[in-house]
């Protein structure tokens, strides 16, 4: 069954860092999505992506947040200038039409700044 | 802006016991998902329902629409169901088609 890739597993960065959490989305989907889940919330929305550009955020995607999809098969998520409260489990995830068909889900990267 | 509220927040249960966790939404939706996530993490996709009812080996989902309600439940439950469940929604109309998650129910099942 097509999977989604997330790369790192496990990232530890000092605070300030940029770091680049990085998926492989399910080839033939047209939606990605980042989502976050700080240690023992609720998971939350951050981006949504299509046709090479955001089509949704949320508040908590801010200007130290960006996203690409650079060569047709990854999809990254930035983070500019890493702070404490960003310490979160990132989950990437892609779906076809609008998420009609249901969403699939990566591994997730679980990132920790100290 | 749609609230997803899950009930109850924990659970245990003997291995045989069945087990309902269930879900409310806020505002109408074009699907809800249920979802499962075991420690590590990783989140995988149970069931898609717009409406109705369905079932997947011991596991069953049930959605009211009307209600804004929806419930999982698990046949015979076995210490490997353990893990976190979670009701996830997804919007109607526009480009809402990202998830809204609940807060997810811990599932303990004992041997």
């Known amino acids: 069954e097509p999977e989604v890739t997330q790369t790192p597993s496990h990232q530890v960065t000092q605070m300030g860092q940029e770091v680049i959490l990085r998926c492989v989305p399910i080839s033939n989907h047209l939606y990605f999505y980042w989502y976050r889940q700080i240690l023992g919330q609720k998971v939350e929305f951050l981006v949504s992506?299509?046709?090479?550009?955001?089509?949704?955020k949320s508040e908590i995607f801010d200007d130290q947040f960006s996203v690409e999809r650079p060569d047709g098969s990854n999809f990254t998520l930035k983070i500019r200038s890493t702070k404490l409260e960003d310490s979160a489990m990132y989950f990437c995830?892609?779906?076809?039409?609008?998420?009609?068909?249901?969403?699939?889900f990566g591994s997730g990267t679980r990132l920790t700044v100290v | 802006k749609n609230e997803v509220e899950q009930s109850p927040q924990n659970l245990t249960a003997q291995e045989g016991e069945f087990i309902t966790i269930n879900c409310s939404y806020s505002?109408?939706?074009?699907?809800l998902h249920w979802l499962q996530q075991h420690p590590g993490g990783g989140i995988v996709s149970l069931f898609m329902l717009s409406s109705g009812k369905k079932k997947h080996g011991r596991l069953i989902a049930t959605i009211n629409i009307q209600e804004k309600h929806s419930s999982l439940h698990i046949t015979a439950s076995h210490p490997r169901d353990s893990a976190v469940y979670i009701c996830?929604?997804?919007?109607?109309?526009?480009?809402?088609?990202?998830?809204?998650f609940g807060k997810g129910t811990l599932l303990t099942v004992n041997p």
């Open positions: 992506f299509y046709n090479n550009e955001i089509s949704e």
């Open positions: 996830a929604v997804r919007g109607s109309g526009g480009s809402n088609y990202k998830l809204t």
């Open positions: 505002v109408g939706i074009s699907a």
């Open positions: 995830a892609s779906s076809g039409w609008q998420g009609a068909n249901g969403y699939t």
